[in-house]
């Protein structure tokens, strides 16, 4: 499969309890689609502040394994807190 050089990369799909969250690669940066169970999409191409605005719950449950745009640079000792 070959991927175009502006087509958006997805990074992963979350299954969480009542949620789906795809993860994609944009060029402005990483963008959240947020789907029921069911696919009914209810927040398409939001980016993380809108995404911790809209989910709270959800953005507190995924932050601690976002990865950082410097590599380990820039990360930080996660406690699991």
Excluded at 22 to 40: A, F, M, T, V
Excluded at 41 to 70: C, F, H, M
């Amino acid at each position: 499969m070959l991927i175009q050089v502006n087509e958006p990369i997805g990074i992963t799909r979350l299954q969480m309890r009542d949620k789906v969250v795809l993860i994609k690669n944009e060029s402005d940066g990483i963008k959240y689609s947020i789907k029921s169970q069911d696919g009914e999409v209810l927040s398409g191409n939001i980016n993380e502040a809108e995404l911790a605005s809209k989910y709270p719950d959800l953005y507190q449950t995924i932050r601690p394994a976002l990865a950082s745009p410097n590599g380990a640079a820039d990360m930080g000792i996660w406690a699991g807190m």
